[in-house]
Antibody, heavy 115, light 110 residues
């Protein structure tokens, strides 16, 4: 069974940092582009970042560029999102998802930025 | 606001049909595939339609998709109360080099 499981969310103060993880199983992780998508409470889906299967290409939404870094460890079948200089508007559930059509989604991990 | 435009809400009675539109531009829908996602209350999104009109395994044929020019449409027939959810369209934007979504459409089955 294809599965994505996010972790690492929590409460962080403005200006703080957090690293999210996404553990993949049930498919050949190293052959897929992976993405992070977020959803603020009561709001719609917003794409955050993507990374190529071998990690050689990354891209980011303007709203997080310079503050967020996506990475992956294909040996550990794990996707990461390092988030720095967090702001209140980064508060959201963060989902990892795979492939160009975002075919499989994790359950999400909640990040709350508040003092 | 979202790059892709969807109606905020639609409603219909059980067993009826409904369509949800998704309007974009030449750099997104006009030159890339449209995908549709269903998000049930309290759940993660799920891929419903990919590549304009294809259904993943396990998605009933009550759900269909189409694309014309810079717009995509999701159709649902034989509505059930279990179809009440938020529906999102999404695609790649070749000019912005980002994935873009519609703002979401809340379906109510009356």
């Amino acid at each position: 069974e294809v599965q994505l499981v996010e972790s690492g969310g929590g409460l962080v103060q403005p200006g703080g940092s957090l690293r999210l993880s996404c553990a993949a199983s049930g498919f050949t992780f190293s052959t897929y582009w992976m993405h992070w998508v977020r959803q603020a409470p009561g709001k719609g889906l917003v794409w955050v970042s993507r990374i190529k299967s071998d990690g050689s290409i990354t891209s980011y939404a303007d709203s997080v560029k310079g503050r967020v870094t996506i990475s992956r460890d294909n040996a550990k079948n794990t996707l990461y999102l390092q988030m720095n200089s967090l702001r209140a508007e980064d508060t959201a559930v963060y989902f990892c998802t795979r492939d160009r059509d975002l075919s499989t989604w994790g359950q999400g991990t909640l990040v709350t930025v508040s003092s | 606001q979202s790059v892709l435009t969807q109606p905020p809400s639609v409603s219909a009675a059980p067993r009826q049909k409904v369509t949800i539109s998704c309007s974009g531009s030449g750099s997104n829908i006009g030159s890339n595939y449209v995908h549709w996602y269903q998000q049930l209350p309290g759940a993660a999104p799920k891929l419903l339609i990919y590549d304009n009109n294809k259904r993943p395994s396990g998605i009933p044929d009550r759900f269909s998709g189409s694309k014309s020019g810079t717009s995509g449409t999701l159709g649902i027939t034989g509505l059930q109360t279990g179809d009440e959810a938020d529906y999102y369209c999404g695609t790649w934007d070749s000019s912005l080099s980002v994935v873009v979504f519609g703002g979401g459409t809340k379906l109510t089955v009356l």
